[in-house]
């Protein structure tokens, strides 16, 4: 019998694609990621179809897009009685099939120490998060340190982000992750194959490497911002009130030059010692015969505007925000491709199914990696807006009352909005999200299905007091 591989999923909070060496980055320095693209396949255009934190987390999980599980922002949650419709998710089934789950680090579920399938679990929650007491928490405290909010970090208000971290390097949080996840590694003993993810917290804001680490990035040689323009110019004002709230209380109505230089050091410093990080891991997998027989899968939630546009963070459908990193190394049969044909975050879960030997999940709105074509129609939606991406074009509107369409082809840095000047281009998109929008929507509210409504005249839908099942199936 054909042993079932591991499955090794890395999940860096907010890392966009750009700033890897495999991605074209020539500023740093990431040999572990580079040599995980050279052996297996890097996918050039992977879409975060909800480019905010707990939306995109929620469809990976689930495999449905976000107007179906309704988490549209990051105040909200898978709904308690999903079981109930039959949506399970995939640490669940992998389970269920005689995986060993574990989850390593962040996972930004609610509650936070919820296991959604995951049978082992050590938290180290968003960096935002600073009150709650996970076992990062814990191990802080054991060594007389805490958690800090950015205010309490060197540089952070003058920088707006960019600040210095003062713990020891083994307390980093993506290092303490990194050795956490390690270790569990080397304590799994006998045959069961496992599917472990690990969610490192960063290179998400405050972007707070040590200062021991500062010079190993040269700033110089860090690329621009992409202009502002009328149209992220509509954008500013949602994305200032949210960074002005206690989770950040930063200003970013304004951004100088030199501020959003020092963000891209010091975010381009913590890439670096994430991929150190990851070769911790590899080496693990190596170390203990584990390697041979595991598929390691590399992404990220969403990217990071880090001043493009005059923008931060993320949330808005632009390339710095959606584009992600997607490496799968199945290192049972190593080999170096790249993928050029559009695949998004809700392709992981029935490609996990796949890969493990599960039958296809009802639920599931994703393409198994390998099998998307060129002419791929990519939506995304978030409480913020929609967005439909094919080929060359892309259209984006949002509540705020702006709408774009861009040529990714002659204009891939979108400074020039052709909202107008292609009424073609904007119909032809707008039909398709305008028909996913209408599907996603009846999917998403199966639960209220009234399936006897339309039985057949003996049926008990009938009668008096005939009792409606709720929730109904999802599938």
Request: charged share 20%; proline share 8%.
């Amino acid at each position: 019998m054909t042993r079932k591989p591991n499955i090794l999923f890395l999940l860096p909070d907010q890392l966009r694609h750009d700033f890897l060496g495999c991605y074209g980055a020539g500023f740093l320095r990431t040999p572990a990621l580079d040599s995980l693209a050279a052996a297996g396949t890097r996918y050039e255009t992977a879409i975060s179809p909800a480019p905010i934190c707990v939306p995109a987390r929620a469809s990976m999980l689930t495999g449905q897009p976000a107007h179906e599980t309704g988490i549209l922002h990051n105040l909200c949650w898978l709904r308690p009685d999903r079981r109930a419709m039959g949506i399970a998710t995939w640490p669940e089934l992998l389970a269920g099939a005689g995986y060993h789950t574990a989850a390593i680090g962040k996972m930004h579920f609610y509650p936070w120490d919820r296991a959604e399938g995951f049978q082992h679990r050590v938290i180290s929650e968003d960096k935002r998060h600073i009150h709650v007491r996970d076992d990062y928490h814990h191990a802080l405290t054991a060594e007389g340190h805490g958690k800090l909010h950015g205010h309490q970090m060197a540089g952070y208000v003058e920088t707006k982000g960019a600040a210095i971290n003062p713990l020891p390097d083994h307390l980093q949080p993506d290092r303490w992750v990194a050795r956490r996840a390690a270790a569990h590694l080397r304590g799994m003993t006998g045959d069961q194959p496992f599917a472990m993810m690990v969610g490192f917290p960063g290179p998400h804001c405050p972007y707070d490497p040590p200062a021991t680490a500062l010079d190993r990035v040269d700033p110089a040689g860090l690329p621009p911002a992409l202009p502002r323009t009328e149209e992220s110019a509509v954008l500013l004002p949602e994305l200032v009130a949210g960074y002005r709230r206690d989770w950040a209380e930063l200003d970013y109505s304004e951004l100088t030059e030199a501020q959003i230089r020092t963000i891209r050091h010091h975010y381009a410093v913590s890439v670096e010692r994430l991929d150190e990080d990851v070769a911790l891991l590899i080496e693990a997998l190596r170390e203990t015969g584990k390697l041979d027989n595991t598929i390691v899968v590399f992404s990220s939630d969403h990217g990071d505007y880090l001043g493009d546009f005059g923008l931060m963070g993320k949330g808005f459908f632009h390339e710095p925000s959606i584009r992600v990193p997607l490496i799968v190394a199945d290192f049972r049969q190593p080999e170096a491709k790249v993928e050029t044909a559009p695949v998004t975050l809700v392709d992981l879960f029935p490609s996990f199914l796949t890969w493990a030997g599960l039958p296809p999940a009802p639920q599931s709105r994703g393409a198994v990696l390998g099998t998307a074509t060129p002419d791929r129609a990519i939506f995304g939606v978030t409480s913020r807006g929609v967005m439909l991406r094919q080929g060359r074009w892309k259209l984006a509107r949002y509540h705020a009352g702006s709408e774009a369409l861009f040529d990714l082809g002659a204009d891939p840095g979108e400074q020039e909005n052709l909202i107008a000047a292609r009424p073609d281009i904007r119909a032809r998109l707008d039909a398709l999200l305008t028909a996913e929008m209408l599907r996603g929507m009846t999917a998403g509210h199966a639960d209220k299905t009234v399936a006897a409504a339309k039985s057949p005249p003996e049926g008990a839908f009938h009668e008096r007091f005939w009792h409606r099942p709720y929730p109904a199936p999802a599938g």
